[in-house]
């Protein structure tokens, strides 16, 4: 009997190359940017194939459903053979609205109080 193929959810986000870095993969899931079937994960859990994975990054979350898992970091031609992207068209199609960049640009956190003067400039220089 062949036990099923199991990898870190971390691990198997940077090799798909939903991440850059092996860095920034676990950090996402710590600060519960990843859930694994709607539920928050964290870096160490087991990823099976057929699982459906949130990753929320910028204005858009990429949904993905895991069909397989790799030994290590794929290729960007050979990532459609182990994750199917099933993000809906409407999100993409709010990240490349430009009006929505902008708004993600300026936003700024809860309780930051006003922009400093350096903040202004940034803006400035943003916009000439």
Partial sequence: MAA????????????VRLFRTRRLAPDA?????V????LPAN????VHA??????????VPCIVQVIALPRS???????AGFCTDLTPPEELAKARDPEQRVQ??????KGAGRPTKRDRRLLDRLFR
């Fill in 4 to 15: 099923e193929p199991v990898a870190r959810l971390d691990k198997w986000l940077w090799a």
């Fill in 29 to 33: 899931c710590r600060a519960r940017s």
């Fill in 43 to 46: 870096p160490a859990r087991e």
């Fill in 50 to 59: 057929g699982e459906i994975i949130t990753v929320k990054q910028g204005l």
């Fill in 35 to 38: 859930a694994i079937n709607d």
């Fill in 73 to 79: 970091r794929v290729g960007a031609k050979l990532v």
């Fill in 104 to 109: 993600q640009v300026l936003a700024r956190e």
